[in-house]
């Protein structure tokens, strides 16, 4: 068990993430929305495929939200799988996501930092950060990754998808800002929520030192999604796209970065 003493308080206060954003913003929100957690998106089965879950393993899931990637662990054959989660609003809404499920047997999730995380060493095969990493400072971050490698088994992986790829924004927008929209753009495109939690967004090198920082064997790779919502202008958004598909500059304008550490 972790035993480090008491944690500071963490960069963005738990009470910021209450029902309000993970109905509103937090991905996936429609189709838990609209099905009072019975259905999920598929992101949560497309993250375990490509996490190559397999039948039988334990998963612990840190920043889990509204619980969707445990209940569907459980249903692609998890043994066992827990979330772990700060904001008492999402750990209400884990617990209706694995009734709804009725996974409760083999799910659960427990109110902790993920700084601390009250499981025993060893405990998993799989750990998940699905974008939790750009809400997490250097320093919070440094301290989750270490709970992730003392959770694992020799030879367990810590899997992480993170968006947005902070290129897109401080390189590609801010170029495209003062060429395509003469400086009239907004100066900052993220949305109000992104300013408020988003205090360490990556990039493909950020992340691969973290995670060797952390002591894993480390994979980072472009993910495939180009998001264009916050360009103001077709021409803008028509040349992220164009971008995406040209190999040298696809990392200055693909959203989302996909990081595999191996636990030695």
Not at 110 to 128: E, F, K, M
Not at 185 to 203: A, G, S
Request: charged share 25%.
């Amino acid at each position: 068990m972790s035993g480090n003493g008491p944690l500071t308080d963490p960069a963005v206060p738990a009470a910021a993430y209450d029902e309000a954003y993970y109905r509103q913003w937090c991905a996936g929100f429609s189709e838990w929305v609209a099905s009072d957690g019975s259905q999920v998106a598929g992101i949560y089965p497309g993250f375990l495929n490509r996490a190559g879950l397999r039948a039988g393993e334990v998963v612990v899931d840190i920043g889990t939200g509204r619980g969707e990637l445990l209940a569907v662990a459980v249903e692609m054959g998890a043994a066992h799988a827990y979330g772990i989660e700060y904001s008492s609003a999402a750990v209400r809404m884990a617990g209706q996501t694995l009734e709804k499920h009725r996974v409760g047997d083999r799910a659960e999730v427990l109110l902790a930092d993920a700084r601390s995380v009250p499981l025993p060493d060893g405990v998993a095969d799989l750990v998940c950060l699905v974008d939790v990493v750009e809400h997490l400072t250097a320093d919070e971050l440094h301290a989750a990754l270490g709970q992730a490698r003392r959770l694992l088994r020799p030879g367990g992986r810590v899997v992480v998808h993170t968006m947005p790829n902070r290129l897109i924004y401080e390189v590609t927008y801010r170029v495209l800002r003062l060429t395509l929209g003469r400086g009239r753009w907004p100066k900052d495109p993220r949305n109000e929520v992104e300013r408020t939690m988003h205090v360490n967004e990556q990039t493909a090198r950020s992340l691969r030192r973290s995670l060797t920082r952390a002591g894993f064997g480390t994979k980072v790779e472009l993910g495939a999604w180009v998001y264009t919502d916050f360009v103001p202008s077709a021409r803008g958004r028509k040349a992220f796209e164009r971008m995406a598909k040209v190999g040298p500059l696809a990392r200055l304008a693909v959203a989302d970065l996909w990081a595999t550490g191996v636990r030695t």
